[in-house]
């Protein structure tokens, strides 16, 4: 929860502040606190942390009027009615927050997933990942990226159905994400084709990763619905260092892949300044 540290802060404040005020509190506002700060500890982060920062929010704005407003110490009832007021208005306003927050990015995170495989998207790619490439470049010596596509998909749509090739995709995506490291990003370009970013990989090491996965892709049939086939990719590679723009990075893969294409299928190309579009 992002509001963690929060919570806690409250927590010890609560705890500290009314040690060295007890004199101000009624019994009952004192047995409130041990009891919302067992609540607290034994059911966080259940619904009574709610009721838990509910009670110790209440004391510390009690706290609050006493000390500063020099308000007389009111009767217990009264004392308990105004912690609980106050604590109750405060946290609703910290617990509404927090769900807005969740809920917004939310769905921040839905408009930048592929539906069918749950990767990154294209508006990913646009909108973020830019921001991420420019900074790795700061970070890193040589970044770089995999543009992959699997051959001769269409064949394979007009052949088996597109049930049959959103499966293919969707198998494909569980490949590829084995391969992924905790840095790395992997996004579905649209249709056939991925794009993996490596921010602490050179193009030599991202080259090596896109053989590895082009072997396992080899060797791995598909199944569905009674039918089995054996599909193969084709990769393009391209690394930059502080010197290239991200545009000619992705340009560049995706020179190189054409012309893995070009040469046959089921193959990766390492871009260099041979490679013409």
């Not at 080899?218 to 930059?240: E, K, L, P, R």
Request: glycine fraction near 4%.
């Amino acid at each position: 929860m992002r509001y963690n540290w929060l919570l806690w802060l409250l927590a010890i404040l609560a705890l500290i502040i009314p040690i060295f005020l007890r004199r101000e509190f009624p019994p009952e506002a004192w047995n409130l606190l041990q009891v919302s700060t067992l609540i607290m500890i034994f059911l966080y982060p259940s619904w009574g942390v709610f009721i838990a920062m509910m009670s110790i929010t209440g004391l510390i704005i009690y706290t609050a009027e006493l000390l500063f407003l020099h308000n007389p110490v009111p009767a217990a009832p009264i004392a308990l009615a105004n912690i609980l007021s106050n604590g109750f208005l405060l946290c609703f306003v910290v617990y509404y927050r927090i769900q807005n927050d969740k809920s917004i990015k939310k769905l921040q995170n839905l408009s930048y997933r592929d539906p069918m495989t749950n990767l990154y998207n294209r508006r990913y790619l646009d909108n973020y990942m830019v921001i991420e490439l420019q900074q790795s470049n700061k970070k890193f010596e040589e970044s770089s990226v995999i543009i992959c596509d699997i051959d001769k998909f269409k064949k394979i749509n007009d052949t088996y159905g597109h049930l049959y090739g959103d499966h293919v995709i969707k198998t494909v995506a569980l490949q590829l994400e084995k391969f992924i490291h905790q840095d790395d990003v992997l996004i579905r370009l649209g249709g056939e084709e991925f794009l993996i970013f490596l921010p602490k990989s050179n193009k030599n090491e991202a080259y090596e990763m896109a053989e590895a996965i082009r072997r396992q892709i080899n060797q791995s049939d598909i199944y569905y619905m009674d039918q089995t086939i054996a599909i193969t990719m084709s990769f393009g590679i391209s690394g930059f260092n502080c010197t290239g723009t991200i545009e000619e990075v992705i340009d560049n893969a995706d020179k190189a892949l054409y012309k893995a294409k070009k040469e046959g299928r089921n193959r990766s190309y390492m871009y260099d300044s041979t490679i013409s579009s």
